[in-house]
């Protein structure tokens, strides 16, 4: 079966140029808010946390935005599309874990720091270590969350532009990362959330419309569509049960337990989500917008069941891996689909506004990404590090911006590679090492007096160590066809997560260090952190 004119046709011609624009359009309203907010931007206190002006709906919306990714919207589509119920799966981690953010994380946050998660942690241990610490942790995350976003946007944009050589998706993700850097070194954190909040608008939106199509072409019957999705996947009522991906061996039932873990306990570690709780004026305003997010992206991912299912009652599997074998394009072919079909003018303004809307997914996501990264370096470890306090806010402003060219010069590098790769589970890999190093580390410091440096250095650097080594030695870098090097076989650790072995470590060594360290933990600095984090009573 020929599938390139499947493709190829919807997105030839004057499709091509509508689809083109549309993508034009988008970054270049985008970019000129970035620019108006950049003119905004002041001081640290603009650059970092948007001057702390916005309202918990607002900050929530910006939350949503930023949590939705690429992941959400083309990894877990294409995850239910390809594996039914098993796809499903990650929707719900990726949900329940705001309950974690929101109960234990969110408002003690907000309280105790300023800009950065190293901030809390310096408040009462020895300033240097603990923020080099914190500072390498967060870029390593970042990292491993920008690459799930580069992937996103090379499948999407090779598929829209008809681009076959090895050599143009390469350019794809550089375009990318230039964008972002764009983003970010101009607009800061304003800039970032403007959009952000745009394209939590436009994704709910455009999301709304393909759900209500599927429901509409299926007369509003769930039970039609499931048996549709069903039958066309060719796994018949295997495609509707617990199994088909985690459940046929041991080593996949284990591996589904550990990504479940590293879903709901990674997202209260993760940077670019810890980092909006600083953009609210009150504590308050901090619990209020996770409450709006819960409900945003809980609306949401609902709807991935109709772009998923739907993807698989109306398209069939060799034509959504055929660009892409993750299915990360398995949305847009949908909007294509439902829209009339490849070559008709319905489907081919679908496929450029769902398209446009996941571009500015990405987009908005990897600033936030990279403005976590490169705060967190300048903030933690150029000023308070290297510069021992010294910097002028002028100075650490431009550290940041610099940070940003290079944290998104090693992206745009290592997205090349993983270009192939599900971007659901490169975010998984993401949320399996903020929840080893940085959710521990965070919550000793918050609610354990006896917590010293040396546990948090063991708990961060055990963690994030432990994580990293385990993805490189796993099948989600080699060893598979779907890996990032399929010629190699070095997967000598069997689970394609590590949060399961990573994840009790990093709560180990953080209780080991603190237990075998010479250090006193200071009681008043403790007390005073307990009150700070639980009342609001000093916070910026």
């Known amino acids: 079966m020929n599938l390139t004119p499947h493709l190829a046709a919807g997105a030839a011609g004057e499709h091509r140029t509508l689809i083109v624009t549309l993508f034009a359009v988008f970054v270049a309203a985008t970019l000129g808010l ?63 874990a705001w309950l974690v ?15 950065t998660m190293g901030d809390v942690l310096a408040y009462r241990m020895r300033q240097r270590p603990v923020r080099t610490a914190a500072g390498t942790s967060t870029i390593v995350v970042s990292i491993f969350y920008l690459l799930a976003q580069m992937a996103g946007a090379g499948a999407l944009v090779t598929l829209l532009l008809g681009i076959t050589s090895e050599t143009g998706k390469i350019l794809v993700v550089v375009l990318v990362g230039i964008v972002m850097i764009l ?93 909006r709780f600083y953009t609210v004026p009150t504590a308050k305003a901090a619990r209020k917008s996770v409450n709006w997010a819960i409900g945003i992206i809980g609306v949401f991912y609902l709807m991935t069941l109709a772009l998923g299912f739907g993807a698989a009652a109306l398209l069939k599997p060799g034509v959504i891996t055929h660009d892409n074998k993750a299915g990360n394009t398995a949305a847009p072919l949908l909007a294509q689909e439902i829209g009339g079909g490849a070559g008709s003018t319905g489907g081919a303004v679908l496929l450029a506004v769902i398209s446009a809307v996941a571009f500015a997914t990405i ?104 994580s990293v080594l385990l993805v490189l030695f796993s099948p989600v870098v080699s060893g598979k066809e779907t890996s990032m090097f399929p010629g190699a076989h070095f997967a000598v650790f069997p689970l394609e997560n590590p949060g399961l072995i990573s994840i009790p470590l990093g709560f180990l060594l953080g209780w080991l260090g603190s237990l075998l360290s010479k250090e006193q933990p200071d009681a008043a600095k403790y007390a005073e952190l307990e009150v700070r984090s639980l009342t609001g009573t000093g916070a910026h």
């Open 183 to 275: 983003y970010v070194t101009i607009g800061g954190m304003k800039g970032t959330t403007w959009v952000q909040m745009i394209k939590a608008v436009l994704l709910i939106a455009g999301t709304l419309l393909i759900t209500f199509l599927v429901a509409w072409k299926f007369h509003f019957n769930p039970s039609a569509l499931l048996g549709a999705a069903a039958e066309n996947s060719g796994k018949g009522s295997a495609f509707l049960e617990p199994g088909l991906k985690y459940g046929a061996t041991a080593t996949s039932k284990i591996d589904f337990i550990s990504l479940g873990l590293a879903l709901v306990l990674g997202t209260a570690g993760l940077p670019h989500i810890l980092i």
């Open 101 to 115: 953010a929101l109960l234990l994380v969110a408002e003690p946050l907000r309280n105790s720091g300023r800009f």
């Open 363 to 466: 987009l908005a996501v990897v600033a936030g990404l990279t403005l976590a990264s490169s705060s967190s370096f300048a903030h933690d470890i150029y000023v308070n590090v290297l510069r021992k306090g010294q910097a002028t806010e002028k100075e650490e402003v431009g550290a940041a911006r610099w940070a940003t060219v290079g944290i998104g010069a090693v992206a745009i590098v290592l997205g090349v590679f993983a270009r192939s790769l599900n971007v659901a589970g490169l975010v998984a890999l993401a949320f399996a090492v903020a929840a080893s190093a940085n959710l521990p580390t965070l919550l000793y410091s918050l609610f354990w007096k006896r917590f010293t440096t040396q546990g948090a250095l063991w708990s961060i650097y055990g963690g994030l160590f432990a």
């Open 34 to 96: 970035t620019v108006w907010a950049g003119r905004q931007t002041k001081g640290t206190d603009d650059f970092y946390a948007g001057g702390r002006q916005f309202s918990g709906f607002q900050n929530g919306l910006a939350i949503s935005g930023d949590y939705m990714s690429a992941a959400s919207f083309l990894g877990i589509a294409g995850a239910i599309a390809l594996f039914g119920y098993d796809g499903f799966l990650y929707s719900i981690g990726f949900l329940v």
